[in-house]
Nanobody, 129 residues
């Protein structure tokens, strides 16, 4: 039912910034936890951030894995039905395909990418040194 589309990827220099967007239509994303997952070249997908849904008792609570903590910020714009990932102080190791994803059944955050049943198409982020 829920459909996700990422945008905003590109090439950026070391220390630069990008803002990724995860947009949907027809489904209010504020009732879904939205995770950001990345897949570096040759590696497996790894969850890096998540924003809680309104329905889980902790609306707008955000979560970050250590590699991005303090540099990345996830937020929600209800009017645009979009979740953003602001990425600052980018490093070459941040180079990856970035996905947004959700568990449409529980609508909860998870660090286990196998829990997600709905994924965007991904957007490439490349950080040059």
């Amino acid at each position: 039912q829920v459909q996700l589309v990422e945008s905003g990827g590109g090439l950026v220099q070391l220390g630069g910034s990008l803002r990724l967007a995860c947009a949907a239509s027809g489904v209010p994303l504020d009732y879904y936890a939205i995770a950001w997952v990345r897949q570096p070249p040759g590696q497996e997908r790894e969850g890096i951030s998540c924003i809680d849904a309104l329905s889980d008792g902790s609306p707008d609570t955000t979560h970050y894995r250590n590699p991005v903590k303090g540099r990345f910020t996830v937020s929600r714009d209800d009017a645009k039905n979009t979740v953003y990932l602001q990425m600052n102080s980018l490093k070459p190791e941040d180079t990856a395909v970035y996905y947004c994803a959700t568990d449409s059944k529980t609508r909860l955050c998870s660090w286990n990418t196998n829990d997600f049943d709905t994924w965007g198409q991904g957007t490439q982020v490349t950080v040059s040194s």
